[in-house]
T-cell receptor, first 115, second 113 residues
Framework: KAGVTQTPRYLIKTRGQQVTLSCSPI?????VSWYQQTPGQGLQFLFE???????NKGNFPGRFSGRQFSNSRSEMNVSTLELGDSALYLC??????????????FGPGTRLTVT | DQQVKQNSPSLSVQEGRISILNCDYT??????FLWYKKYPAEGPTFLIS?????DKNEDGRFTVFLNKSAKHLSLHIVPSQPGDSAVYFC????????????FGKGTHLIIQP
């Protein structure tokens, strides 16, 4: 079974631009969560999608948004990029909504650098 | 306000000995606790989890202990192997999956030969 894939793996953008990251979950998984990892804040939950609906949301500004398609693939968008958005963005998939202690499977991440 | 804390940024252990990684939490609503392992340039990999109704869960060389009254959990790795060298993240989640995982900042475990 193929794992979670994320594209692109690396991205360099300029302040003020917008960016879209893509995530393909494990086949059969309907839940996709996004996390931001920075050296200062660690791994922080952005949002979770299940069956094309956002179910949970972390404490991030509205510049961060996402969507999920009928095939469970998900995209994350960040508008008006700021230097502080430079981070590793991780996508995780699960067969269930939330985890309830069940594991989420993470992709390798997209390294975003904002200059 | 950090709800999940891993106070040791790094830990060095000799191969074959026991590795003990600690994690403290402040949110009493957390019902599930998970440990993830992360190698450089890879996403975190699930290791083991425990529900708040248990105080111990074991899987091979990995055992997680939960002390609810102290809001403390620990991961024991016995015996430690060179391939265990990685960053270990503790994560927690309220019951019902109402929120995503809240992660600690990680402990870098180094297994010395």
């Amino acid at each position: 079974k193929a794992g979670v894939t994320q594209t692109p793996r690396y991205l360099i953008k300029t302040r003020g631009q917008q960016v879209t990251l893509s995530c393909s979950p494990i086949s059969g998984h309907r839940s996709v969560s996004w996390y931001q990892q920075t050296p200062g804040q660690g791994l922080q939950f952005l949002f979770e999608y299940f069956s094309e609906t956002q179910r949970n949301k972390g404490n991030f500004p509205g510049r961060f948004s996402g969507r999920q398609f009928s095939n469970s693939r998900s995209e994350m968008n960040v508008s008006t990029l700021e230097l502080g958005d430079s981070a590793l963005y991780l996508c995780a998939s699960s067969s269930l909504l939330g985890t309830g202690g069940n594991e989420q499977y993470f992709g390798p991440g997209t390294r975003l650098t904002v200059t | 306000d950090q709800q999940v804390k891993q106070n040791s940024p790094s830990l060095s252990v000799q191969e074959g000995r026991i590795s003990i990684l600690n994690c403290d939490y402040t949110n009493s609503m957390f019902d599930y606790f998970l440990w993830y392992k992360k190698y450089p340039a890879e996403g975190p990999t699930f290791l083991i989890s425990i529900s708040s109704i248990k105080d111990k869960n074991e899987d091979g060389r990995f055992t997680v202990f939960l002390n609810k009254s102290a809001k403390h959990l620990s991961l024991h790795i016995v015996p430690s192997q060179p391939g265990d060298s990685a960053v270990y993240f503790c994560a927690a989640q309220p019951g019902g999956g109402a929120d995503g995982l809240t992660f600690g900042k990680g402990t870098h475990l180094i297994i010395q030969p």
